[in-house]
Structure formats: C-alpha cells, structure tokens
C-alpha cells in the first residue's frame, strides 16, 4: 500500500538530532544518546548503565534511536565498576544497587546461560534475575499496569490485568514498572522509532532481520518470551522474533500449552531490555521512568473539574437548557461534551465507502441541530465551559463532507469522482491536510480538544508494533497545527484509551463502555489503582456506567468515587431511560450527590497541584498503599484504596447496603509510616496506626482520611459554579486537619500556574507553602512568600483557612492584627477579617482579608484549652450527622407508622448539640461532656419506640458511635 512506502526497512542510524527529541515532547529537554561513558560493549552485547537501577541490555544492535517508549537516555553517569572475571570468563558490572554478569564468550542472544543481575535490597533480600525460557516464572511478582479499554467491562470476570495471561492483543496489556519481586524487565526490542523531522516527527519502523527457519528451532521448553501471550504475529515478527501460529491460535482459544510461548526469540535474535531493579522503591522506579521516557503530561486545569456528557442527539438549545439546569442546581460544570449526533449521521445501516457504517464517522455540523456552531460555541465559551466532540475517524472523509473537494484536492484525487479520501494515518501529507483543512476549522470555532473514540480494530495500521491507539494520542496530542496554531503555545489535551508504554506523555484517558454493576464499580477503582504502574494517571471514567440505567444507589456511590479520582466525567449511551443529570434522581439521592459533585469542584487547587507533582516525579495523584507502605501485607491487598495526593486516603464504597442497616460494611487499612495515625475527613475521629477499620457506612458517607496536621488547598463552597474550574480562586481555602492535637506540626501546599500553555514545562509557575504548627493553646498556620511567577498570577488573593479539630478561639490574629469574631456562616463585615466556631464539625474557621502574594503571612489563634485533646479525636462530628439522618427517618414516618417527636427527645437534643456550640463556642466543653451521655440515651428511647422492624434497625445503625 502507499502510505507504507516511507516505513521499509533501511539500515538504522545510531543518532538523532537534538531538536527532534524537543519536538516529540516539546519543552523538555532529551536527548536519545547515552553519555559514552555508561556504555559497555562486549562483542554482540552492549550494556548502558542509565542510573544506580536501570540498566539496559541490548544484544545485536547498537541503536540510540528515540523509540515509542524511550526518548531520553542522557542521565548523568552513576558510579559504577566494571571487570572481567578471567576464570569464570564473565563481565560483571556493579552499580550501588545492581550487580550484572555476562558470559563475555557467548555468541548467541541472551539467555539464562549467560547472563543475569541481581538486585541487591528488596525488602531486606537479593533477588536474581535470568532470561529464563518462559517470562511468567520471572516476572510474576509484577504489580500490573493497564489496558487499552474497559469496553463491555463486568468486572474482574471479564477482563484480565495479568498480561501474562491475557490473551487479547488488542488490549495492549501493559505490565506494571514496579514489581514485588524488586525488578521488571521492559522489552523495547523492535519498538517503532520516531524521525528527524523537526517540525513534527513521525513514526519510522526500520525493521529487524528476521529470523530464520533454523534459528527459531527451538524446543518448547527452551523457548523465551517475545512478547505477551496475546501478540499478533506482525508485531512478533516484527521484532526479529519466532512465531508459531498453531500454539498463538490455541492461546487465543484460552487454552495452555506447558508455559511455552507462541513468540519467542531466536538463537540469534536481536533484543534491547531494560532492566529496572528498584527493589521496593517504587517511587523511584517511576520516577527513572519518566527520565527515560519523558514526563507524565500536566492537564490543563479545567480537566479536573466536572464533564457532562451523554451519547444522545442533543440540540444546541438542548444543550444550553441542561447548562441552564447546572446554573439553576448550583452545580459545578467546566466541559460539555457532545458525542457523534453532532455531526451528520444517518442510521440507516448502509456502508459508505470505506466499508464502515454510514455516518459513524463524521466531521460536518449537522445543521438541524446546530445551525449556528460559531454561535453555540460563543455562548459556552462567554459561561467558562470548556468544549470537546467525539471522533471516530476509520471512514476518512466521505463525499457529503463539507471540507470533500478540498480534502480531495489536497491529497491528489479529482472531486468529480466523488472518490472519497481514504482514513490514513500514518500518511504525514494525510494527517497534516486533515488537521489544517478539516479539524482545524473546528478548532477555531471553539472546540478545544477531542474526544478520539477509535473503535475500528488495532491492527488497522499494518506496521509491527504500532496500533492507531497509541498512534493517534501521538497525533492528536502533538499537533503543531493545533496546539502551536499562529505560534501559540497550547497545552495539549485529548480523550481516548491506552495504546501501549509511553502512553503517559498523552493525556487523559477515555475508559469506555461499562456495564453498570457493582462489580464493575469495584474493578474501575483497581484499574485505575494499578494504572499509576506505568504512569498513565489520568483515567477518565463512565461515572454511572454506560450501557443500561444506573440505580440510584449505585450511581450515587459512583460519583462518591468520581469526587476522588483523577478526572470527573459521567455519561451512558443512548436509551431514553438512562440518563446522568442527577437531578433527575429521588432528592435523597440528588442531594448526597449534589454534596459530592460540590466536594470535587472544592479539591481542584489540591488536585492541580497533586498533578503537578506526578509530572515532576513520575508518582500518579491516585496511586497505591504500596508506593508507600511497601513492607506492609495489606499494601498489596487492599486493592481498592489508595493514597489521593500526599494528604488523603481513599476508599471508596463498591458494594450494595444491607437493607436490614442501609449501610454498607468496609474494612480500611491504615498503614503507620511518616504519622502514626489517621483523621476521617467525615467525622473527624482520629485512628491510631496502623489499624485495620471495619465500619458499616451509610449512603452519604465514605472513608476518606487525612493525615494529621496535612493542610489541603480547595476552593471555597461559595466559589464553585459552572466554567469556575479554569479559574485561580480569589480566595484560596486551607482545610488543616489539626485532629484535636494528634499532630504538633504539618505542611501542605498549592501549586498554580497559568493552566492552560505549556510554560510550566520551563518552570513557569509558581508555588506558595504551609506550614502549620500547634503548642498548648496556639494553633498557627504560617503562609509562605509566592515562590516562582506566570502570566495572570494573582498579586494578592484572601484565605479562608478552616482548622479542623480545634477548640474555640478566644482571638485570632493575621500579621499580628486582631480579626472580629462571628457567628459561623454569617458574613464577614470587618475590614480586618473575621473568625468563627462551626460547632458540628469542631472547626474553627478564619476569613482574611486580600493579602499580597509577595509576602509571607501567619495566621495564629489562642484556643479556650490546649491541645491535643481526646476529647476532639471522638466521633461527634459523624455522629452529628448521622442524629441528623435518624430524626429525618423518624419524621418521615408520619402518615405512616406515625411516632412523636416527645419519644425521641434525646436524639433531638444530642442532634442540636454542635449548633448549641456553634451559638455559643464557650459551652463546648459541657457540650462534649454531655454528648455521650445523651447518646446512649437516644438510642433507649427509640429502642422503645413502635417501629417497623426495618425502620427500627436502620434507626439503631444510625445512633451506633
């Protein structure tokens, strides 16, 4: 075919233009070539010791080409020794971590015989390492990583992380970069490579020998892995390696053949293997990663705040009735998304041209819908929203497109033929003219990235070891045309599924199609767990599954998850029935949503700053108990919790309540590491660690926990509205979790930047520290001078900073000026600043005045009593809420099985105990004393109250400490 003219095989070249590594991840600075010094080359076998853990190993090719994974390997050289064992005849080079041995006589590819490394430290032990015939033997301690979709997903029991097993090559099942057996092994061999073009480099796949029929016969026992049971054989062969194409169809029929492997190397078969052995640093592993590979990408900040999405034919008026519905709720909102129904579609069940069915692919306006799309975009842009539409490009452009003639013209074929363009994307001269002629057009009426939707097969592009996947995030990520339009300097942003290792530079991920389970629920959190293993940390999600209705407890519970996870975005498929506007659910639902969805806007300041973080060390904004808690058991088995940032732990709810209790049981570990306890962000009691918690949680609660004396940057709740999410918040929130003393001191901080270019990859941002400190009865939050500068940088901004966990104020000074007390939630009216006691969650809340950004500031209150206090670690402000959920129960009986309020009394007056405190700050002392008291009385009147036996119990769950 034509478009594969460009990629024949020639003879590689050994270097490569520093400006074209530039370009492929534009402004961070690589380069493909090792220094000389790392380099060890005996005979065939080259060894580049990259770092004190990496090492990489290649056997019959001296290539330093930038490949689709690794773009970087000019690393400072660590001290290492080399030597030649002259009776043993072996190479042993030694790092601080490493130990490598090669049989320096060999004369075929690597193998158990000849070569090995041992890892010196993991977890107090060596490990070694061998290129044993059959990877899984080695490599089973490996942590796992991700897959290219969760289409069609049902959980754990129909999809499998465990590449070793999996047998779907479409998945692009990728292994995790750290594992509990200290080492992992990435096989770069064969992997495409990317050009010298420095405008934009392309894709070129020199092409390895292939090996012949002698050189691949092999008993089956001594076969070694060449790639993962799945794989085509266009990509195995394309790596120089074997294939046995009656053992690959009887793995793809899921049966087993004794370990021995479809794709595997030849005697004589080049490889290029990069050995990580990081031991039990994980942290470090992903970090070296990233050096090599280039860095995690850093949405733009609207990113992390709320996508409305839903796969209907929607009209612009449709459209900006349900924007209206998020205005009129209160709700956040920062990205409309518009699936295919935007363009013209035809349901007919024809085929166009290209085979495909007709209208799946689509690139005009439909104009019955959308007459005006200048107009429509104008009105979303002057509201804040952020737009995107959804591609599915396979039918390339179709006669009836708006931009045909023009499209046709550019790539050579006469209109008059009405010959549509055929979909070619590895065709520079195709993609280049698509982007300028077709999307571009859109691009400038407003649509601000795209939502790639490819569901047309991963062998579509007939080049080994490519697949449209990984391909078109390249494309679309790194479109000069786009993003660098009239010498702008866009960040980059796409929706789409993983295409394979070095996928993290692309961002963010598109999940797909779930079938809206419990389970399905449940496995979405471990996937995205186990998703930071190769650094791709920003799966976006189905919130509320996809293909049928999702019941409201579920959808409620998945939006809990949503609130803490890396991107926010609902959606489902076309059914009149299924639908994710959550008002459209019962009140009792709406509102526990509503309170989540307002949560997650809150966090946008933490999260930004959190991925600015993964950016700078390679370590995900929701990553595992492992990274770092790695010696503890229920690291690894706790599967669905996770740290969220450096501050919170997370786990979210994935099962059904038990009717008799409406609350659902969870077991929590908490790990004892840098603190010795833990603070629920819900009912601020505090948990000595570690600890494994076992609690029953109602509809409206989750186990969120923070680090004592954490401060957490957020929005304020009166600063969350549609399009707000792109915005730098004129006043900043810092929640302290001062958890009644449990911790003396306690740092935090926000990172911000402009949000929206690619400066901060040149340290364009800037970044203002915390630090928090408690003795007797001070509690102080100093307020560090902005460290850094950027366009649009707030030159002053107020502080609402909230320590929760604290008693009563008796003054509160900023700079040393004394702030007004007020009464909590009532308007602050003092030129100096104001402060107030919300008694129902122990907080004592502080509202400065605009302070300027250059100076450092303190904010210092003088508490009624010292801390730490035990009497602030309890239970109250949960149980508060929860005496608050037992009345409302109780009343809602009237008309029913009607009981009265005088049989309840105790449970009214333990309910009102944190407004009584919030009226007067000065009797939380009696108030406390008195709670447990009153408690345990209300638990004995309604105890006696003639209830329905489900009502009752629920009742009872509710006043349980």
């Known amino acids: 075919m034509a478009m594969f003219k460009m990629l024949a095989t020639k003879t590689i070249c050994c270097w490569l233009s520093f400006s074209v590594i530039v370009q492929v991840v534009r402004g961070e600075q690589l380069d493909p070539s090792p220094d000389p010094k790392a380099v060890v080359q005996i ?52 790092t601080k971590n490493l130990e490598l041995s090669y049989l320096s006589s060999s004369q075929g590819t690597f193998s158990e015989e000849n070569l090995q490394v041992t890892v010196h430290d993991v977890g107090g032990k060596q490990m070694v390492w061998k290129p044993i015939p059959t990877y899984d033997i080695s490599l089973q301690g490996n942590l796992l990583g991700t897959a290219r979709t969760l289409d069609g997903n049902r959980g754990a029991e129909n999809l499998d992380l465990n590449c070793l097993t999996n047998t779907r090559a479409d998945l692009h099942c990728t292994l995790g970069l750290v594992s509990r057996d200290g080492f992992v092994v990435v096989d770069d061999t064969g992997r495409p490579k990317f050009d010298n073009d420095t405008t934009w480099p392309w894709l070129y796949q020199p092409g390895i020998p292939a090996s012949s029929q002698a050189q691949c016969t092999i008993d089956g026992e001594k076969r070694r892995d060449c790639g993962y049971i799945g794989i085509e054989q266009l990509d195995c062969e ?123 692919t689509g690139f005009t306006w439909d104009k019955h819908l959308f007459p005006n799309a200048d107009g429509f975009l104008a009105w979303c842009k002057a509201r804040g929203l952020k737009n995107t539409l959804n591609l599915h490009p396979a039918s390339g452009i179709q006669p009836w497109e708006e931009k045909y003639r023009e499209m046709a013209m550019a790539m050579g074929i006469d209109p008059a033929t009405q010959k549509y363009v055929p979909f070619d994307p590895v065709n520079k001269t195709f993609v280049t003219n698509w982007n300028k002629i077709v999307l571009g057009e859109r691009e400038q009426e407003g649509i601000d990235f795209w939502w790639l939707d490819w569901q047309q097969g991963e062998s579509w592009i007939k080049v080994a070891g490519v697949n449209p996947t990984f391909w078109l995030n390249y494309i679309f990520f790194t479109n000069p045309y786009h993003w660098h339009r009239d010498g702008a300097n866009d960040r980059g942003m796409l929706l789409h599924r993983w295409g394979g290792l070095g996928n993290h530079r692309y961002q963010v991920g598109f999940s797909g199609d779930v079938v809206p389970l419990w389970q399905s629920l449940d496995f979405q959190v471990y996937f995205t767990v186990t998703a930071s293993n190769v650094g791709f940390g920003f799966w976006s999600h189905d919130l509320g599954g996809h293909i049928t209705p999702s019941p409201p407890e579920l ?32 009140f009792s639902y709406y509102s526990i949503m ?90 601020g009691e505090v948990f000595n660690t570690p600890f494994i918690l076992k609690r029953n949680y109602t509809l409206s609660e989750m186990p969120v926990f923070a680090i004592p004396g954490s401060v957490v940057p957020l929005r304020t709740r009166d600063d969350v509205a549609v399009g707000s999410a792109k915005d730098l918040p004129q006043t900043l929130k810092l929640m302290v979790f001062a958890a009644g003393g449990a911790a003396t001191s306690g740092t935090g901080h926000v990172y911000e930047d402009d949000g929206k270019t690619d400066a901060y990859k040149t340290s364009v941002g800037a970044t203002v520290a915390f630090q928090y400190n408690a003795a007797g009865n001070s509690a102080k939050l100093s307020i560090g001078s902005v460290d850094g500068s950027f366009d649009g940088m707030l030159a002053e901004r107020s502080y609402e900073v909230e320590f929760r966990g604290v008693w009563p104020a008796s003054a509160v000074t900023v700079d040393g000026k004394a702030l007004a007390s007020i009464m909590y939630d009532m308007p602050c009216t003092d030129a100096a600043g104001c402060y107030a006691y919300d008694g129902s969650h122990l907080a004592l809340h502080v509202y400065t005045t605009a302070l300027s950004s250059a100076s450092a500031h303190t904010v210092e209150a003088t508490l009624v009593d010292k801390l730490p206090s035990e009497s602030l670690m309890t239970n109250f402000a949960g149980q508060i809420h929860r005496l608050i959920s037992a009345k409302q129960l109780l009343d809602d009986e009237w008309g029913i099985d009607t009981v009265h309020q005088q049989g309840y009394y105790s449970l009214l007056t333990a309910g009102e105990s944190g407004m009584r405190i919030t009226y007067n700050p000065a009797s939380v002392h009696a108030e406390l004393e008195n709670f447990k008291g009153l408690v345990l009385q209300a638990q004995k009147e309604v105890a006696a109250l003639k209830l329905p036996t489900n009502v009752k119990s629920v009742a009872m769950e509710l006043l349980q400490a």
């Open 43 to 94: 005979g065939a076998a080259r060894f580049t010791v990259l770092t004190d853990s990496i090492i990489r190993m290649q056997y019959g090719q001296s290539h330093d080409d930038p490949t689709f994974t690794v773009l970087n390997r000019r690393l400072p050289v660590p001290e290492f020794q080399q030597k030649h064992d002259s009776e043993s005849g072996r190479l042993v080079i030694t």
């Open 238 to 360: 394309g790596k120089g390696c074997c294939f046995d194409q009656s053992l690959a169809e009887i793995h793809r029929q899921g049966g087993q053949v004794g370990g021995v492997p479809s794709c595997y190397y030849s005697t004589v078969a080049q490889q290029d293997l990069y050995f990580f052995g990081h031991g039990h640093s994980y942290r470090q592993a992903l970090k070296e990663f990233t050096m090599l590979a280039g860095k995690i990408a850093l949405p733009p900040r609207f990113a992390f705040g709320v996508f409305y999405s839903r796969y209907w034919a929607y009209s612009d008026i449709e459209q900006m009735q349900i924007v209206r519905q998020y205005q009129g709720h209160h709700l956040p909102l920062d990205v409309l998304v518009t699936d295919m129904d935007w363009h013209i579609t035809f349901y007919n069940g024809s085929h166009d041209q290209a085979g495909e069915q007709m209208g799946w």
């Open 555 to 586: 959808y409620t519970r998945w939006i809990q998850w949503g609130a803490f996870s890396p991107i926010f975005r609902t959606h489902c498929t076309k059914n009149a029935n299924n639908y994710r506007r959550i008002w459209l659910y019962p």
């Open 594 to 683: 509503r309170r989540y969805m307002s949560v997650r806007a809150s966090l946008v300041p933490y999260l930004y700053t959190s991925a600015r973080q993964a950016h700078d060390t390679g370590v995900s904004m929701l990553r595992p108990m492992y990274y770092d808690y790695p010696e503890d058991d229920e690291s690894y088995s706790y599967t669905t919790q996770y740290m969220f940032g450096d501050h919170l732990l997370v786990s979210p709810i994935t099962a059904a309540m038990d009717p008799t209790y409406n609350s659902t049981r969870k077991a929590v570990f908490l790990p004892s590491g840098a603190s010795s306890s833990f603070v629920s962000w819900h009912s």
